[in-house]
């Protein structure tokens, strides 16, 4: 009976040290914006997030959502990930890859079998469904490694002594700008 014991119990601590090792986040954080508002992610360390970050690294990317179920909004990212998928009790903030190449981004809870991708940082359930736009549909959304700043207004007529300076998209004066998006004239540039 005590053999019979230790084994459940070992069991049930592989069972309890597998799932706390997709909790293992990386150091890199992902950022999502919607409607101008930006949330940090805390990643996974797993495949399907490497090659997320990967793809990030090369560019951002935008995809549409629509809301689903009550609970999450989700949509195709337009490229497959590698999948881990195990059963998996979404909670509120959770965002996973499901069938390999659908993203799901929760603001309720859910149980399926799902890859974990990460969690939208220090947002309570209230504070997610307005993010995450509950209820919505063709909801725009860009995944990103850097946090997105932005220019809070310009002047309509730049005056001609600021005409042809060169800024960077958070409104710094660029003296020798090298590749990348800029403001010019009151205008984006890609230079």
């Known amino acids: 009976m005590i053999l019979v014991a230790l084994l459940v119990m070992s069991c049930n601590r592989d069972e309890i040290q597998a799932q706390t090792t997709n909790y ?31 793809k990030l690294q090369e560019a951002s990317v935008t995809v549409t959502l629509n809301s689903s179920g009550g609970f999450e909004i989700w949509g195709a990212l337009g490229f497959s990930l590698p999948t881990s998928n195990e059963q998996i ?22 149980s399926w079998n799902y890859t974990l991708l990460g969690k939208i940082d220090g947002l309570s359930e209230s504070e997610l469904r307005t993010f995450l736009k509950a209820g919505e549909s063709n909801i725009s959304v860009t ?19 600021r005409e042809g300076r060169i800024y960077s998209l958070n409104g710094v004066k660029i003296e020798n700008p090298s590749k990348g998006i800029y403001i010019k004239n009151g205008k984006k540039v890609i230079l």
Do not use: H
């Not at 999502?32 to 495949?47: P, Q």
């Open 24 to 54: 293992e986040t990386m150091t890199t954080k992902m950022y999502i914006t919607i409607d101008g508002r930006t949330e940090a992610v805390t990643l996974t360390n797993n495949s399907a997030t490497q090659a997320l970050v990967a």
């Open 143 to 161: 995944l990103s490694l850097a946090e997105t700043t932005g220019i809070k207004g310009l002047s309509p007529n730049p005056s001609p002594v």
């Open 89 to 110: 009790n979404a909670r509120p903030g959770d965002i996973v890859l499901y069938n390999g190449s659908n993203i799901c981004m929760f603001y309720g809870t859910s």
